[in-house]
Every structure is written in structure tokens, then in C-alpha cells.
């Protein structure tokens, strides 16, 4: 009887576990689909709109968090997308943060979504690590603190992030900021080790959790 109770315990961890594996990585993708929402609905969003229906692929960070008195510092998870023929990619995860020094104080909380325009961006932001600005050939464009005002600079980006804050800090900006993919997540989520090229191209990855993101970045881009 004692051993049947140990078998049939080791049994529930084996399925409880992977679940409470996923809590943190599900928790994300949610909070990236209420981006998406919350960025691509509204009277001001059709600068946005209009560069989603173009973009090869899409990077959703729904909270990066800038804090600092002096020195200062910023950060959150992300996940990335692709846009295909049958519509829109599993998530792959990703962290995006930086580092700065000088004259700031304050606490902000932003939500960003990177679109990307063309390949050249896409296999950037797909490398395990991409710095924005160090690669002068991968043209970032950011559009102020909501989402309109889309420029002809933008407009010829590689990448355009549009953003959305709140805190004492006043703007955004993604300049030496470094992206980089978390394989660690990835096979959280997923139940085995997947490279972020795997996901988002050749969409090795299944997660019915994932599928509301893919629903909402759907209807938005038409």
C-alpha cells in the first residue's frame, strides 16, 4: 500500500510539475496580449496599426521597469513573434535591459512593442543577443510615449518601438538597451530545449496558452 501511495504521489508531482513551471512564462504571455490590446485599440493608434499590418515579426515587453538616482538601470521579460501565411508565431522569450549613469531620479514603468519591418531587424533581434544602437546598419525608431507620430524615419526603420509609460521619468528611451533570447523559459514552456528560431519560424513550439496572443495579433493586423 505504501509503495502504491509513493507511485501514485510521484505520479501528481510529475504532472503538477510542469505546470507550476509555466505559471511565470504564461503569466508574461498574458500580460503581452493585454499589450496588444491596450496598444492597437484607441483613436491614436493607427500609426501602430498600420505598421502591424507590414511587420515581419513583433517583440512584446509588457512591463520594463527604469528605475535610478544616478545610477540607474531598466528591465523586463519579453516575448517575440512572426508573422507568416497561416498567421502568427508561438511566443519565444526573450529579456530586455540596460544600464546607465548621470543626472536621474524616478521610477517608470513602460510597456513597449517592438515591431519589425524587415529581415534584417528580425535576424538581429533573433541572435542570441542584439544591442540597440550598437549595429548602426539596424535602424531603430522610437515613437514617443503613446502610439502616434509615426515619421518617415520611422517609417524606413528596421525596427520601430512604440511605447507607453508611467512614472517620474518623462519619455523612453531603448537606446543601449540589450535584448537576449531565454532558452530557460523556452524550455519551460514548451517541454524541451528550443532555440528561438525553432519557435517563431519553424513552429517547433506548442502551447494552447499561447494561442489568445496569436488570436490578438491576428485581429489587429487583418
Request: with cysteine; charged share 15%; proline share 3%.
Amino acid at each position: 500500500m505504501i509503495r502504491i501511495l509513493l507511485v501514485a504521489l510521484l505520479a501528481l508531482l510529475a504532472v503538477g510539475g510542469p505546470a507550476r513551471a509555466q505559471t511565470d512564462q504564461q503569466a508574461l504571455v498574458d500580460r503581452a496580449t493585454l499589450t496588444v490590446q491596450d496598444m492597437f485599440t484607441g483613436q491614436n493608434a493607427g500609426d501602430a496599426l498600420s505598421l502591424l499590418r507590414r511587420a515581419k515579426g513583433a517583440l512584446i515587453c509588457p512591463r520594463v521597469f527604469k528605475a535610478g538616482f544616478i545610477l540607474g538601470g531598466s528591465g523586463g521579460g519579453c516575448v517575440l513573434v512572426s508573422r507568416g501565411t497561416g498567421g502568427w508565431s508561438s511566443p519565444a522569450f526573450y529579456n530586455i535591459g540596460s544600464g546607465s549613469f548621470g543626472l536621474q531620479a524616478g521610477v517608470q514603468d513602460s510597456q513597449i512593442v517592438f515591431l519589425v519591418l524587415t529581415e534584417r531587424g528580425f535576424h538581429a533581434i533573433l541572435d542570441s543577443q542584439f544591442k540597440i544602437g550598437a549595429d548602426a546598419s539596424i535602424a531603430v525608431a522610437t515613437i514617443g510615449a503613446g502610439v502616434e507620430g509615426s515619421t518617415t524615419a520611422a517609417l524606413r526603420a528596421d525596427i520601430v518601438a512604440f511605447a507607453k509609460s508611467r512614472g517620474l521619468f518623462a519619455g523612453i528611451s531603448v537606446q543601449g538597451s540589450i535584448i537576449s533570447s531565454d532558452s530557460g523559459w523556452d524550455q519551460a514552456y514548451y517541454g524541451k530545449p528550443l532555440a528561438a528560431q525553432q519557435i517563431v519560424l519553424q513552429g517547433e513550439g506548442s502551447n494552447p496558452g499561447a494561442q489568445p496572443l496569436r488570436e490578438m495579433l491576428l485581429k489587429f493586423s487583418g
